[in-house]
């Protein structure tokens, strides 16, 4: 009875048997249907080993990454482009041994190489670098503007052909620019004339004239005496008369000018202003009607200032000091009326102008601009080859001597400065003035009340010494004006 009994039992061990070998061959396939993620970056890869031998390798997106045999059960895996793909590995008998979902990002080299290069030449910057498809984004906080863009200028050396670098950095800096501007000017001018000028005049040739006379002179003493350079001699019988004028003149003018315009403006940002006025050209327009244009004249002051590194100021300043004068004015007709043709004159003007760019630190001085000028003129008149006679000739001719020296510069100072916490800190001429009542202006001659007078404020001169400097000099007192860096 045994023999059947382990007959039976050989039977159903062997019918379970069947049964055990599928299960192991859908091993691998159970393993591969869980797919490992794999993330490499952009120009990296991966080897990655397989459960055995590898017959056949496949890529669903060649362009994102690729795969090679590395051995006979392992692969390797590079990145092509920024991504998503799958890759499988198969054995002879079309079994799966490795599937893989592999993500591939951009690469981090260029970002990383940047704001290693930022460190190094900002050095406690608050810049971040991250890799992006389309290049190298920048973002964080920059001191200045010139920061930023210095920022931006690194990541550009680290991106492709195609490739962007986008700059999201924020300034975070309020420190402004306060610019001094000043424009000195003097004009020297000599005049000396000494000599005569003479009219000789008979009946027979009334209103002729030999030159032109310092002063209309036609006939006698009466007219010659009002020459307004000279005293009148004149000598007049009833039928001849001889009149001359010694002229007799020295004039010296000495004229200075002195303009110190200020304005202060973020970094980056132009600003302008103009203290002064506007005068008014007629102009032609439709229908034969006229309309007014306005020029404008006096100090102005327009700047573009930008702060660099290491708190030096990049400045495009453009200075002008401009006056009315007849010298070159133009008169136009502009009418006809029953009383007459009538005119307007337009005024020239005068202009001392200076455009550049310069480069100074704060509390820094430049003459950007300069000028010296030196004119004679000599202009001699007289009678015909009488006045060309040695010694006794200086009795029939004048001299005009005229020279004019002018010399002009224009200094600019740029300062960093930022707002104070409170108005009160500012203090402006008119503070603590009082107009003078009547006991001070009729008896003690004064324009304003005892005790009082304008505030006193910073003058950016002493700026540079900074508010502690100037407190410990005596220079400046507590409580006034910017703050200066």
Known sequence: MRPPRYALLATVLLACTPGIHPASAQAPAAHAAAASTVAIEVGGGRVLRTGGAIANLFASDPKVAEVRPASNNSIFIFGVGVGRTT???????????????????????????????????????????????????????AATPAQAEQAAAIARRYVGEKQTVDNRTSVTSSVQVMLRVRIAEISRSITRQLGFNWTYLSNGITGSRYFAAAASV?????????????????????????????????????????AEPNLTARSGESASFLAGGEFPIPVSSQNNSISVQFKQYGVSLAFVPTVLSDGRISLHVRPE???????????????????????????????????????????????????????????????????????VGALFKSDLFKRGQSELVIVVTPYLVSPVGSPDRIRVPTDGFVPAGDVDRLLLMRQRASGTGPATVIPPSLAAMGPAARLRSGAMPAGTGFILH
Do not use: C
Not at 221 to 240: C, E, H, M, R
Not at 347 to 362: C, K
Not at 366 to 381: E, I, K, P, Q
């Open 87 to 141: 890759i499988a590995a198969l054995d002879a008998g079309g079994n799966v041994l490795g599937q893989y979902d592999v993500v591939v990002g951009p690469s981090s080299y260029g970002a990383s190489a940047a704001g290693g290069a930022a460190r190094t030449a900002m050095p406690g910057n608050q810049l971040r670098f991250a890799p992006t498809p389309d290049g190298i984004t920048v973002s964080g906080a």
């Open 218 to 258: 036609v006939g006698g003493l009466s007219q010659t005496s009002n020459a307004p350079n000279g005293i009148g001699i004149g000598y007049n019988d009833g039928t001849t008369s001889l009149d001359t004028i010694l002229d007799l003149l020295a004039q010296d003018q000495l004229i200075t000018m002195l």
């Open 321 to 391: 000091v401009s006056e009315l004068t007849d010298v070159g004015a133009v008169s136009l007709p502009i009418g006809v009326s029953l009383l007459g043709s009538s005119t307007v004159t337009i005024p020239a003007l005068t202009v001392r102008r200076a455009d550049t760019t310069v480069e100074l630190g704060s509390g820094e001085s430049f003459a950007v601009a300069g000028l010296l000028s030196n004119n004679t003129n000599m202009n001699g008149r007289g009678l015909p080859y009488l006045g060309e006679i040695p010694v």
